[in-house]
Each structure stands twice: as structure tokens, then as C-alpha cells.
């Protein structure tokens, strides 16, 4: 049987069904996930800022508008939830707290004692490429490609006009080729 789409579900999810709370979280959690440790640059932190998003879905469920995309509604408390974690530690993302934290990755796969570090390897590439764009770049193409939200869900999480998270995806990513060529 075919699932149902996310406007079925967060109507749902407002009658209180919790099967549609399921699928949602399903649906979503790797890739909030996988944003947010990206961003974060802690799997372990992100792990708790998702629990964190999942936990404000159910929590306001009753006021999600089934016509609106649940999906950038997401990203956008995950976000929220990161940037408030974030300055109750007084770190800012890319900063150079991060970049100490890429440093600390194993050098080699014979260093890394668990597999779990493979995605974490991965997430410190993706920062020490990003690290070289203006934090308003980064944060969209994080959303654009680890998150692999639509622009126009971009616009809706970052509350920008669409072109210009049309335009700073075009500059991010021509500066991310000159980078990745020099």
C-alpha cells in the first residue's frame, strides 16, 4: 500500500493519529539527522537536536497547516534548535571550534575505531569545503544538498526571498568549483 503524502499525514497527526507521527519521523529523521551533523559537526549533538525537532512536531502538531510543507517546517526547527544550542555554548557553526573538531578526525581508515565515523569523516570533508564560503552560502547549500530540501523550502526555513537563496546557491557553488580546482 502506498504511503500517504504529507499533507495526509500532518492532518493526521492533528487528529492525533499517532501511525502518521511514525511516518514523518521516518520520512524525515536521516535527514534532519544528516543536516544537522553536518552543520554541528557532533553526530552525538545532532542526534539530540533531531530528538529535539521530532519532539516540537508532536508538541505542535495541532497548529501545522496541512497545505504547507512539513518537511521545510522541519528543517527550519532543526535549525532553530542548533542555532539555540549553539549560543548557550557560545559557538557559532564553521567557526573555529568546528574547524578544531575536523582536525581531530582520523587521519586514515585504519585510525577510525568504529564505522560510525565514516559519516562523520565525510561530514568534516563536506565542512572544510563550506568553511570557505560566507556562512549565509553555507547554510543554504547544507539545506539544498545535505538536507535536500526544494529551494522554495530554503526560502520558507531561512525566510528569504527565493531568489536570493536562488542567487547565493549560484555563488556558493561557483566558489565551491574554484576551491575545489585550485
Known amino acids: 500500500m502506498e504511503e500517504p503524502g504529507d499533507s495526509e499525514l500532518v492532518r493526521r ?4 493519529d499517532t501511525r502518521a507521527f511514525e511516518v514523518l519521523f521516518e520520512r ?14 557532533d553526530h552525538a549533538m545532532a ?12 508538541r505542535r502538531a495541532e497548529s501545522l497547516d496541512p497545505k504547507r510543507s512539513v518537511k521545510a517546517w522541519l528543517f527550519r526547527v532543526a ?3 542548533a ?4 549560543r548557550r555554548r557560545r559557538e557559532m557553526p564553521m567557526g573555529e571550534a568546528v574547524l ?14 568504529d564505522a560510525g565515523l565514516l559519516a562523520e569523516e565525510a561530514s568534516a570533508r563536506i565542512r572544510r569545503w563550506l568553511a570557505v564560503l560566507p556562512e549565509s552560502e553555507r ?21 528569504r526571498p527565493l531568489g536570493t537563496v536562488l542567487w547565493q546557491t ?6 565551491l568549483r574554484k576551491e575545489l580546482e585550485s
Request: proline share 4%.
Open 13 to 16: 497527526l492533528r487528529e492525533g
Open 28 to 41: 524525515y529523521r536521516r535527514s534532519v539527522l544528516a543536516f544537522l551533523t553536518t552543520w554541528l559537526g
Open 47 to 58: 542526534e539530540d537536536v533531531t530528538q529535539e525537532t521530532f519532539v516540537e512536531l508532536a
Open 79 to 81: 535549525r532553530n534548535r
Open 83 to 86: 542555532v539555540d544550542w549553539l
Open 100 to 113: 578544531r573538531e575536523v582536525d581531530r578526525l582520523p587521519a586514515s581508515p585504519a585510525d577510525r575505531p
Open 139 to 159: 547554510e543554504v547549500l547544507r539545506l539544498r544538498f545535505v538536507a535536500d530540501l526544494k529551494f522554495r523550502e530554503i526560502a520558507m526555513v531561512l525566510n
Open 170 to 175: 549560484r555563488s556558493g557553488l561557483r566558489k
